[in-house]
């Protein structure tokens, strides 16, 4: 399967498919299922559609299908059931989904609908199978938040009918990957359906590498982080394919791999409203997930955001050719490697910017030289100290692979004698509540000696660079860009939709359709 660069249509406002998790406000129509044929929705069955559907006794789900016209499934009927293989076989990968994600892994089922008018029949969980002429592939869509102010909300999903011409493998595989990924969506509206974009998509994609590894999905996204780390891991760029919010699964990989299942679990119980760690007293009624987590690695790990995003950073130089599951990544070897800035040696800029939350991945030659080093400079052009919350890890590299990686202290230099220097700047704080903890150091790389010298045409001292203290550094706005010299600042979208280009449906179905080409898979999601 060609699983590359996500195709995510917006749709109504950017509520419809809640690829920007604001609090639902439910309408008539946003109540309304597929079958009611006299409604607006974009994906919805046709008058003269006969609607069936299908379902274990006992089981959790319930799959809607026709067997003519354009929403029809593949008729095949193999054991003489009466129903079509094809819907039995995604009412059969949903109770798998649901058996791996409320057994194991213990998260809570999605809300019941059995209370409400538009229920599918009955209070099983409902999957609708429809025609989205490769348009999406499906999508989880709310219907109902029931009243009290907590955004636990009632859901279903939309899923393609018969992916033809979708480039999927099989329609079976396309539905282990779908229905993993969209009914995760639906039990995060279990606790709360309106968390930030990246900790919804970035999640459910690890919920589905999780479910199965051998759909490769989790490794075609994940370069959406890695092209640009330099980004705030909570804030993606605006606009209507965020590929790096899903990409961010590998920060979520990380989290279940270096600890355990169970941390993505408890981090979703703290982010229901009102549920937050008292620890956190500012952060109990709506939770923001950063704050959460930080919360939660003191509390359960022996550890806080700041030691697990600067170990992060380190497991992303064993990425790829680098792969060596002695030092990081159980099966690294597939995945794609992280993005360097390409530098000459020595290297010096005067003031950078690093954002919160994360990582400037520098890489030069060795030009003949055999031991390099790196420091930072606390810039004279800012109040504040712009050493705070900052992790330097350097690498040797030679011969595709790591030959050493250690944290800078001073002194601290490796050995790159016939190979190539690597330098990791990490900003271990973390945002909060739209305040940014960015720094702004002078960067030297080099060798002993060429460092020295930058470091000191930069005013700094001998130990520049070493000081990974944590305080409250210079407060800016959320501004986690791509530059790395302060020219260049992407600002996140403003609270509310984030879309970056209006809100019309025909305006984003038709750049979906547009981009088609970058992609295996397209999906309206949530």
């Known amino acids: 399967m060609r699983a590359t660069a996500l195709i995510c249509v917006v749709l109504v406002g950017c509520g419809e498919d809640l690829v920007q998790r604001e609090p639902q406000v439910v309408s008539q129509e946003a109540a309304l299922r597929p079958t009611d044929t006299t409604s607006t929705l974009m994906w919805r069955y046709l008058t003269t559609d006969t609607v069936e559907s299908t379902g274990l006794d006992g089981g959790g789900f319930k799959v809607h299908f026709t067997r003519a016209g354009i ?125 930030n974009v990246v900790i919804s998509e970035g999640t459910a994609v690890w919920a589905t590498e999780r479910f199965d590894p051998s759909t490769r999905d989790f490794e075609g996204f994940i370069g959406g982080y890695l092209t640009r780390p330099d980004r705030s891991i909570d804030s993606p760029p605006p606009g209507p394919v965020p590929d790096f919010a899903y990409g961010s699964a590998i920060f979520f990989k990380f989290l279940s791999e270096r600890h355990d299942d169970a941390l993505l679990r408890k981090l979703w119980e703290q982010l229901e409203n009102g549920q937050g760690d008292p620890t956190e007293p500012g952060d109990q009624a709506d939770p923001t997930w950063v704050i959460q987590l930080d919360a939660l690695l003191q509390r359960d790990y022996q550890s806080t955001f700041a030691d697990d995003f600067a170990e992060f950073a380190r497991w992303n130089l064993y990425l790829g050719s680098y792969a060596d599951s002695t030092q990081a990544w159980a099966a690294a070897a597939t995945y794609p490697q992280v993005t360097m800035i390409q530098v000459a040696a020595p290297y010096r800029l005067d003031a950078s910017r690093v954002f919160y939350a994360s990582t400037q991945y520098y890489a030069m030659a060795a030009a003949g030289r055999t031991t390099m080093t790196a420091a930072l400079v606390d810039s004279p052009l800012t109040t504040g100290n712009d050493l705070d919350g900052l992790v330097v890890w350097i690498a040797a590299r030679k011969a595709g692979r790591n030959t050493e990686v250690v944290k800078l202290t001073a002194g601290q230099s490796v050995d790159v004698t016939g190979g190539a220097f690597v330098a990791a700047i990490v900003n271990t704080n973390r945002g909060a509540n739209g305040a940014s903890l960015s720094q702004r150091p002078g960067i030297c790389l080099g060798t002993p000696e060429e460092v020295a010298s930058c470091v000191a045409a930069l005013g700094g001292g001998s130990d520049a660079g070493v000081d990974a203290g944590i305080d409250a550094g210079t407060m800016e706005p959320s501004d986690a860009g791509t530059g790395t010299d302060g020219g260049v600042t992407e600002h996140p979208p403003p609270p ?23 992609s295996g898979r397209r999906r309206i999601d949530a």
């Open 71 to 195: 929403n029809a499934v593949p008729a095949g009927d193999a054991d003489d059931s009466g129903v079509p293989d094809f819907a039995q076989a995604v009412e059969a990968t949903y109770e798998e989904v649901g058996n791996l994600y409320h057994g194991p892994l213990a998260y809570r089922r999605p809300l019941s609908d059995a209370t409400i008018t538009a229920n599918g029949g009955d209070g099983r969980f409902d999957v609708y199978l429809l025609d989205f002429a490769r348009s999406a592939d499906g999508a989880f869509r709310v219907d109902q938040c029931p009243a009290g102010g907590t955004d636990r909300c009632i859901g279903y999903v939309v899923q393609e009918n018969d992916f033809a011409g979708y480039g999927y493998p099989s329609a079976i595989a396309a539905t282990r990957i779908l229905g993993s990924h969209e009914y995760f969506h639906a039990v995060q509206a279990a606790y709360d359906n309106s968390q």
């Open 496 to 518: 509310g939709c984030g879309c970056g280009m209006g809100s019309s449906p025909g305006l984003f179905l038709a750049l979906a359709l547009a981009l088609r080409l970058r």
